[in-house]
């Protein structure tokens, strides 16, 4: 199946990748050919079949609800790449351009 | 005492440091000491960690001054794939968006290998999060096989298996998500496992593709492998996916031999385009081999397995996009120091951070997963899984393990596969399907082929790491893998 650089660009927005002209060139080349391979499953008559998500079948993992130390707000707050206050300081979200396209 | 660590093993150094042939402060020196030779050429470690290594180190003399009974691994000096956290290291995933990011807690495998009185030597290189079969895809250049440092070592797992190869360290941990520790463990000529879905706790290892992830060991010998998974399984309250069984010593059944034991040949795995001959022929002698031990060799089809490489190379995108997706300059990780909006941030910052194979990774799966395409692909790919998991489980009601060979191919040239992703991705098309099914398998090397190891998988349905391990330790005992790389040899002379 071919993609075109316009579904590469569409699909780049959804995985908030701010990609190059060329990287989207080269994508769309490399993503069909590897959807092409993958597709083989395509040719697989699987009706009926059950879809696994995981190979084993674990049930009510549940632990004991006991209330233990977790991460303290200097730990999380330990690799940010910019803070203030024991926050994390990001730029402005209402109105950005992403918001509007997607 | 020899303080050549390519020729000691875990056990052999357990017992030095409890009987004070050998201090575990010397051990640290002499890992440091083969590293500090070989490393410029191997490029097997993102960070050394010399402070904690010599930390653990004190903690066990101190241990031995006492008196105190030693805990099974104390004084084995082991390195981590540097996906793991350990406090006081960076853990980058070999990737830039990373290459900054300090562990706040420690990854519940390393800290049992901790417990255990291993020695942390350091952080090891890996393909950028783990996407790749040869550890080219690294922000910090390739690792080296040493067999021929111009070819690769395998991957992801590169780095770790390179430094068991060389003899730098005894044991190292990496992860396996598709085939990434029995593939290099292939390619270096090490015993490389990957135990069963769920074993080991996946707690703070940076997740690639969370229902198929799974960290297990490289070792030289099939017993330090058996010692190592001992130190690492069990349950986990910190990941509800780990399972919780009794206790296992992996390493009592070891000396039962392969009397008896039903070994299943996967014929249509060696009639599989693309397979070396060489390769194809030395996996057939090792099943003569079981034969000749009194196994009862037998030949079964995995009639889907060939579908494994498709679904995979659909869940596996699909998963780490959802999983990378929480890299977005925001809590850690690389950030661009000029963004407009939130929405820039995001897209510049995971643009710049990502490498290559990471960007075509997340591109894949989120196109997998994304609206008029998901039950085409991801929904599908779900069904093969299925199907898969049926194949084995027919085959382990004629067979107690099955032999396939590790990898395609013995280790290829650096750069070889580096522009064409399709090629490197069925490097991967032995192993992919245990990941698919969650069952155990090693790669054990099973001879040379122009000078270079060939790997031997032995599979085993879910939770029979103690027959899959019976049966390498049987193998090992009747065909010996007693060749070292030549940089090996060479520092040893």
């Known amino acids: 199946m071919a993609i075109s650089e316009e579904q590469v660009r569409h699909v780049a927005l959804l995985a908030r990748l701010a990609l190059t002209d060329e990287q989207v060139r080269v994508l769309a080349g490399q993503l069909s050919t590897i959807l092409d391979h993958v597709e083989t499953i395509q040719e697989l008559n699987l009706a009926g079949v059950l879809p696994t998500a995981h190979a084993l079948a674990v049930t009510n993992a549940q632990r004991p609800d006991e209330v233990v130390p977790g991460l303290s707000q200097e730990q999380a707050l330990r690799n940010a790449p910019k803070q203030r206050d024991g926050y994390f300081v990001i730029p402005r979200i209402a109105g950005a351009d992403g918001d509007l396209a997607v | 005492m020899n303080l050549d660590l390519s020729r000691l093993t875990a056990g052999r150094i357990r017992d030095a440091v409890a009987s004070r042939e050998v201090s575990a402060m010397e051990l640290v020196e002499a890992s440091y000491a083969r590293i500090g030779a070989l490393e410029e050429r191997v490029h097997a470690f993102n960070q050394l960690t010399r402070e904690?290594?010599?930390?653990?180190?004190?903690?066990?003399?101190?241990?031995?001054?006492?008196?105190?009974?030693?805990?099974?691994?104390?004084?084995?000096?082991?390195?981590?794939k540097d996906n793991m956290n350990v406090v006081g290291t960076n853990t980058t995933c070999s990737a830039r968006i990373l290459a900054d990011h300090a562990s706040v807690y420690d990854c519940t495998a390393v800290g049992r290998m901790l417990a255990a009185g291993a020695l942390p030597i350091g952080k090891c290189n890996m393909d950028e999060f783990a996407f790749g079969s040869s550890t080219e895809n690294s922000a910090f250049g390739p690792t080296h096989n040493p067999w021929d440092l111009d070819r690769v070592p395998g991957g992801s797992s590169g780095g770790s298996a390179a430094a068991v190869s060389a003899g730098m360290v005894t044991i190292a941990l990496g992860s396996d998500t598709g085939g990434s520790i029995r593939q290099p463990g292939a390619l270096t000529g090490t015993v490389a496992m990957k135990p069963t879905y769920?074993?080991?706790?996946?707690?703070?290892?940076?997740?690639?593709?969370?229902?198929?992830?799974?960290i297990g060991p490289f070792t030289k010998t099939v017993e330090e492998c058996a010692q190592a998974l001992n130190a690492i399984c069990g349950w986990d309250p910190m990941d509800a996916t780990s399972v919780r069984r009794p206790e296992e010593d992996f390493t009592a059944s070891l000396r039962e031999g392969a009397r008896g034991l039903r070994v299943g040949v996967v014929r249509d795995m060696l009639s599989a385009e693309g397979l070396a001959p060489d390769v194809r022929s030395q996996v057939l002698a090792a099943a003569d081999t079981f034969a000749e031990l009194g196994a009862e060799v037998g030949e079964v089809d995995l009639p889907h397995a060939k579908y494994g490489l498709d679904a995979y190379y659909i869940i596996g995108p699909a998963e780490a996009s959802s999983n990378l997706a929480r890299f977005d300059g925001i809590r850690y990780g690389y950030r661009v120091s000029d963004p407009n909006d939130v929405v820039d941030l995001y897209m510049r910052s995971r643009a710049e951070g990502f490498g290559a194979e990471s960007i075509?990774?997340?591109?894949?799966?989120?196109?997998?997963?994304?609206?008029?395409?998901?039950?085409?692909?991801?929904?599908?790919?779900?069904?093969?899984?299925?199907l898969i998991i049926e194949d084995f489980a027919r085959a382990f009601e004629r067979f107690d393990v099955l032999l396939t060979p590790t990898s395609p191919t013995v280790a290829f040239r650096i750069g070889e596969k580096a522009d064409d992703p399709l090629q490197m991705y069925l490097s991967d098309v032995y192993t992919i399907p245990a990941n698919l099914a969650g069952i155990p398998g090693v790669s054990i090397p099973c001879g040379l082929s122009e000078g270079l190891p060939v790997g031997l998988q032995i599979l085993g349905p879910h939770f029979s790491e103690s027959t899959v391990l019976r049966a390498a330790a049987a193998f090992e005992e009747a065909r010996p893998f007693d060749v070292v790389p030549p940089l090996v040899g060479e520092l040893a002379a």
């Open chain 2, 52 to 80: 904690i290594a010599l930390r653990a180190a004190e903690r066990v003399d101190s241990m031995v001054a006492e008196g105190a009974g030693l805990p099974p691994l104390a004084g084995v000096p082991v390195a981590f």
């Open chain 2, 198 to 214: 769920g074993r080991v706790s996946r707690y703070g290892l940076v997740a690639f593709a969370s229902s198929l992830d799974q």
């Open chain 2, 360 to 386: 075509r990774r997340i591109m894949i799966g989120t196109y997998a997963l994304s609206a008029g395409y998901y039950e085409a692909y991801y929904g599908q790919a779900q069904k093969v899984r299925t």
